[in-house]
């Protein structure tokens, strides 16, 4: 349920609002002023939005603007006036206000500006983490691989750092997209210049076109002040387009553009700003099935694919689990006196183990076994219930690279089973949840 602040110096307008917004399903709290409004802001109680007067007897509505963008620049805050004023409403829009509304107002109106004031909160909230989340990443210096599948990705990326060319970096969810993105960055001339990362997928659509292009004073809802858009902030440098495959087809014509016409057109502007970035884009969804689906457009993969970079999952470059364990737990603080060591039969796990979000996922396995549990010697026991649980893969020894059949994997598993249990057809037939003459006859078959 979100909830809303009122506060008004007007009694009858704060009780109309305070029922419309609780028809509406809003929590509603109302303040009959400023000084009032702030007290209730300052309790750990914050709304998700505000709606406050300007012309105040006590604290005017600008002033509580201020202080409440001190202790949550993501909070949204519509103005209300009677006495509407050109000037002040564009300084209130550059205090940060989402909206500046004229008395009389309609109803519909006012809810349709705070349902959207509401999305602009919470996308600027999600983006916000997203970045922080990004800068305070602990990131390692290198990147660890010595399988041949990674080293002809690091042979690639080293070339292309060389170049002004549009890269893709495909691969599954924590194979290291970001960290081959600044690793490519790092040795490209441009490294003296800014790096811009953008999440692509957490933004809405108007709100990533505006952080991107950047957009005009007046072009928009709440764009009062004119701001530079990503392209603009990293000329020189290097943007990386996180999670290029969840944006809209619409946005994905205006991205086009950008690339074809190496310019930008901040939104509510005609005037198109030539721009100099390297464009590193990355996601982990197939983007040629997504061409194929049309939910990507097939222009704009062609010119994202200049230099395709496809990132192995770890399943396919077990080799590397050692070098990567190391590198984790140096950068974890593990000295020579203190090292956290594995077994070979829990080494030999880690290897049969899916990873479905590979490098991030082992990170996360070996910092909870290594700071968790503090052991010097994690032997298979230790390790994590789903890391042991029996891969499909584990069940067709003979050919693991092939796709097997459904009915292969089935006799394989039941093999598996048979073998676990010393051949108890009853103890069987219950860990695979099928009658013990279902299972007889599909012995023997
Ligand atoms: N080659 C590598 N050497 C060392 N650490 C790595 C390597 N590749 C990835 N990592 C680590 O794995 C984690 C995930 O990497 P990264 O964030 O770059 O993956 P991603 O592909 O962008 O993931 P997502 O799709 O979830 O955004 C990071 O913490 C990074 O330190
Ligand atoms: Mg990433």
Redesign the pocket.
Known sequence: MNKVLIIDDEQSLLTTLEMLFTSKGYSVQTAGGGKQGLEILTSDNLPDLLISDIKMPDLDGIEVLREVKKIDPYLPVVLITAHADKQEAIAACNEGAYYFLEKPFGNKELLKICSEALENGRAGRRYSERRRELSS????E????EAPE?KKVLQVAGKAAKTDSTILIQ??????????ARYIYRESARRDRPFVPVNCGALTETLLESELFGHVKGSFTGAISSKDGLFKVASGGTIFL??VGETSLSFQVKLLRVLQEKTITPVGSTEPVTVDVQVIA?T?RDLEAEVEAERFRRDLFYRLNVIPIK?PPLRERVEDIPL?ID?ILERKGETATHKTRFTETALKKLESYRWPG???EL?NIIEHLAVISAKDIINEEDLPEKVCRPQPESFVSDKPKDTPTLEAVERAYIHWVMEQVNGSKKEASKILGIDPSTLYRKLSQ
């Open positions: 990443a602990q990131l390692p290198f990147l660890i691989g990674f691969g599954e969810s924590g194979t290291g997209k970001e960290l081959v996180d999670e990355a982990n990132l990567l590198s590979n490098i991030r990170e």
